[in-house]
């Protein structure tokens, strides 16, 4: 991938106080710049004004929209008049905090959000905004979001959005955002909250000499990474808080959505054969069948695979390297970077000739310390039909489900010097076809995730018999209590747009009931 010239918007880390905002930046406002001619979005237009003033800039989506296209003259003129003929409004107030340029409501705007927030503070602040790639403008998917030095966190929809609720204790932190092959970015929080921030990460190339030196037998990283297991990973058991989402889409068409929080008992490394636990905190259901709608199919995935996919507990046979029967071969897949780490990709794939569905992938390795950082793996397309069985516990006798695709992404963050399971992913997608139907072969969606929120290593023990859930629990069948005052506050994903635009063309049937904590 080619790197081009820093021309768009992000935010970068702040080392100055706040003391530093002057009046509204005259000096930095009035520099004159040169402005080509240019067609573009605002996005894009706004990009240049940076990349000319050395500036970046900050600024509430509501305030700035960054899809529509504009163009500018050839003219020489200051940084402030380039922003407003860009935007278009020469309402818009402009501060200057260190090298970022704010870009806020009118005042009057401003004046009636101060008095407002004066009357009441919250026990925490609600940061909301959407991350995307710094040249594509694209969102930046499944990014991890969170408070620097603390094992709280979050990560953003497929549509780049996040929304992350600040407990107040922490209002002068930062926020970390980053993301497989990125460039990572800390951002004071205080900057963000109240805003719908537009936030941008620039992509990270690699040195072709720090590649050619580290290229290494992919092998030998994968034994260096086993070896190194009990170094970077728990051998004391942590509860984990999680936040718990699972769907089902056929024909594009929206069936359930349930939601949940669990405290998860992670049992130590060295306890691999010890099964990890389960215990619903809260939970919601969105249902749009009917109530004459019969089951369809029961497909494995959910709780149970959540917990069976953090493979560096639970070994898979494909990091059975130096076994006699291996099935696999490994390939390197180059340098690539995570959180500002050069991390090493190693590639598996089944053999030829192999009779069972097995998996393929890409394992993301730290190159310093031998940490997984990352896998993505999937069932073996060449195989993918004859993998059905594994997946579909149970269907309808009137219908017959084929695997399409299946699969799984698996990250692994630190804390404290510690890697603990941070975000699960699973897809499965099936063709179904209905018995004496002949042409109707709709697709079935059905895909599951798991973010960790907090860690915590303090007073850890197994729940009892009575509190946790069964692994193989369907969580659509669970009776539950909605409690709106707990989801007003718990870091949950935002919905991605296309799922919320379904969502609210249904009559839902939104079953409301809490499940206490103790």
């Given at each position: 991938m080619k790197l081009h010239p820093l021309c768009l918007l992000f935010f970068?880390?702040?080392?100055?106080?706040?003391?530093?905002?002057?009046?509204?930046g005259d000096d930095v406002l009035n520099r004159v710049i040169s402005l080509p001619k240019m067609k573009g979005t605002v996005y894009f237009l706004l990009g240049k004004v940076s990349?000319?003033?050395?500036?970046?800039?900050?600024?509430?989506s509501k305030v700035v929209n960054n899809d529509v296209v504009t163009k500018t003259r050839e003219k020489d003129c200051t940084i402030r008049q380039a922003i407003y003929e860009i935007t278009g409004n020469r309402r818009l107030v402009l501060k200057v905090i260190g090298v970022h340029i704010l870009i806020l409501p009118p005042v009057e705007k401003n004046k009636n959000i101060k008095k407002e927030s004066q009357l009441s503070l919250p026990a925490?602040?609600?940061?909301?905004?959407?991350?995307?790639?710094?040249?594509?403008?694209?969102?930046?998917?499944?990014a991890?979001?969170?408070?620097?030095?603390?094992?709280?966190?979050?990560?953003?929809?497929?549509?780049?959005?996040?929304?992350?609720?600040?407990?107040?204790?922490?209002?002068d932190g930062f926020l970390s955002f980053s993301h497989l092959g990125y460039v990572a970015?800390?951002?004071?929080?205080a900057m963000l909250t109240g805003h719908d921030n537009i936030l941008s990460l620039e992509p990270k190339i690699v040195p072709l000499q720090e590649v050619l030196i580290r290229l290494v037998e992919p092998k030998k990283l994968l034994r260096e990474m086993l070896k190194r297991r009990e170094e970077n990973y728990s051998l004391v058991p942590v509860h984990l808080t999680t936040f718990y989402r699972e769907g089902v889409q056929l024909k594009n068409k929206f069936q359930n959505l349930t939601e949940a929080v669990f405290k998860v008992y992670k049992s130590p490394l060295d306890e691999s054969g010890v099964l990890d636990q389960v215990k619903l905190l809260k939970m919601s259901r969105m249902d749009n069948r009917e109530s004459t709608d019969s089951l369809i199919a029961k497909i494995r995935a959910g709780i149970q695979a959540c917990l069976q996919?953090?493979?560096?507990?639970?070994?898979?046979?494909?990091?059975?390297?130096?076994?006699?029967?291996?099935?696999?071969?490994?390939?390197?897949?180059?340098?690539?970077?995570?959180?500002?780490?050069?991390?090493?990709?190693?590639?598996?794939?089944?053999?030829?000739?192999?009779?069972?569905?097995?998996?393929?992938?890409?394992?993301y390795i730290d190159s310093e310390n031998g940490a997984l950082l990352q896998a993505r793996i999937e069932m073996q397309p060449r195989y993918i039909k004859k993998a059905t069985r594994i997946f579909v516990v149970r269907q309808a006798p009137s219908v017959n489900l084929t695997a399409q695709k299946v699969v799984y992404t698996i990250s692994y963050k630190p804390w404290r010097g510690t890697y603990y399971i941070h975000h699960i992913r699973g897809d499965l997608f099936f063709r179904m076809k209905k018995k004496r139907a002949l042409f109707s072969n709709p697709t079935l969606h059905t895909w599951f995730e798991?973010?960790?929120?907090?860690?915590?290593?303090?007073?850890?023990?197994?729940?009892?018999?009575?509190e946790r859930v069964p692994i193989h629990t369907v969580l659509a069948d669970i009776d539950f209590k909605y409690d709106e005052s707990f989801w007003e506050e718990f870091n949950t994903i935002p919905l991605e747009e296309e799922l919320s635009k379904i969502i609210e063309k249904v009559t839902l049937k939104i079953e409301k009931t809490v499940h206490q904590e103790e």
């Open positions: 970068g880390l702040l080392l100055i106080a706040v003391d530093t905002i002057r009046a509204d990349e000319r003033s050395g500036y970046l800039f900050v600024y509430d925490f602040s609600t940061i909301t905004g959407t991350l995307l790639d710094k040249e594509t403008g694209e969102p930046v998917v499944n991890s979001v969170t408070i620097q030095g603390t094992s709280i966190g979050n990560i953003t929809n497929k549509d780049g959005e996040f929304r992350f609720h600040l407990p107040d204790s922490l209002r970015q800390n951002v004071e929080a996919l953090d493979i560096m507990k639970d070994l898979p046979d494909f990091l059975s390297v130096d076994a006699d029967d291996n099935p696999y071969t490994y390939t390197s897949g180059g340098i690539t970077s995570i959180d500002d780490r050069c991390v090493n990709v190693v590639s598996f794939e089944q053999k030829q000739g192999g009779k069972e569905p097995l998996y393929c992938g890409e394992l798991m973010v960790t929120c907090k860690v915590d290593r303090d007073n850890v023990a197994r729940f009892s018999r009575t």
